[in-house]
T-cell receptor
Framework: DQQVKQNSPSLSVQEGRISILNCDYTNSMFDYFLWYKKYPAEGPTFLIS?????DKNEDGRFTVFLNKSAKHLSLHIVPSQPGDSAVYFC??????????FGAGTILRVKS | NAGVTQTPKFQVLKTGQSMTLQCAQD?????MSWYRQDPGMGLRLIHY???????DQGEVPNGYNVSRSTTEDFPLRLLSAAPSQTSVYFC???????????????FGPGTRLTVL
């Protein structure tokens, strides 16, 4: 039973356009959400996070939106760049508990 | 500052062999974790530690042992390797995050393990 789901295995976007990566969760106890980015043959790197007391967090080209009632979060990348091509993992944790990861979405940004 | 280091980068084992994957961090992080990444499964937690001398099981602990004798090191032992343990293994470390849980984790480069 996957508590964190990324239903799109892959996404292809033109350079300069917006990339939207989606993530759904089932555990209502989750109160902290993170996005990680992973290039081939490297470990994941932290990108951006949001706590459940907020509905939006921005960091440069990256914005994460949280909709608690829908148990849904999304990562927006604007504008998308070829260097953004990677696997993106959504992760969530509950109070004092460990991270649960989604299966990942492969983003390809075409130039 | 080397961050999180893992050795070896690649390993091939025969069924039944044992081995230890090494992980070290130089950031004085309290939390350390081991994950495995399999196609379509994302990252799944094997074991984790919230400090020296304290370890606990994650989602997929069977067939693996860990110990945490120092803050810096967190080795993962495969007791008797099986083909189902063919995977990419990542070690991670972090300070406690918001609400005391695991915060932003720093990952090592991974160990690609094949069990024949």
């Amino acid at each position: 039973d996957q508590q964190v789901k990324q239903n799109s295995p892959s996404l292809s976007v033109q350079e300069g356009r917006i990339s939207i990566l989606n993530c759904d969760y089932t555990n209502s106890m989750f109160d902290y959400f993170l996005w990680y980015k992973k290039y081939p043959a490297e470990g994941p790197t932290f990108l951006i996070s949001i706590s459940s007391i907020k509905d939006k967090n921005e960091d440069g080209r990256f914005t994460v939106f949280l909709n608690k009632s829908a148990k849904h979060l999304s990562l927006h990348i604007v504008p998308s760049q070829p260097g953004d091509s990677a696997v993106y993992f959504c992760a969530a944790s509950a109070w004092g508990n460990k991270l649960v990861f989604g299966a990942g979405t492969i983003l390809r940004v075409k130039s | 500052n080397a961050g999180v280091t893992q050795t070896p980068k690649f390993q091939v084992l025969k069924t039944g062999q044992s081995m230890t994957l090494q992980c070290a961090q130089d950031m004085n992080h309290e939390y350390m974790s081991w994950y495995r990444q399999d196609p379509g499964m994302g990252l799944r937690l094997i074991h984790y530690s919230v400090g020296a001398g304290i370890t606990d099981q994650g989602e997929v602990p069977n067939g693996y042992n860990v110990s945490r004798s120092t803050t810096e090191d967190f080795p993962l032992r495969l007791l008797s390797a099986a083909p189902s343990q063919t995977s990419v293994y990542f070690c991670a470390s972090s300070y406690p995050g918001l609400a005391g849980g695991m915060g932003e984790q720093f990952f090592g480069p991974g160990t690609r393990l094949t069990v024949l």
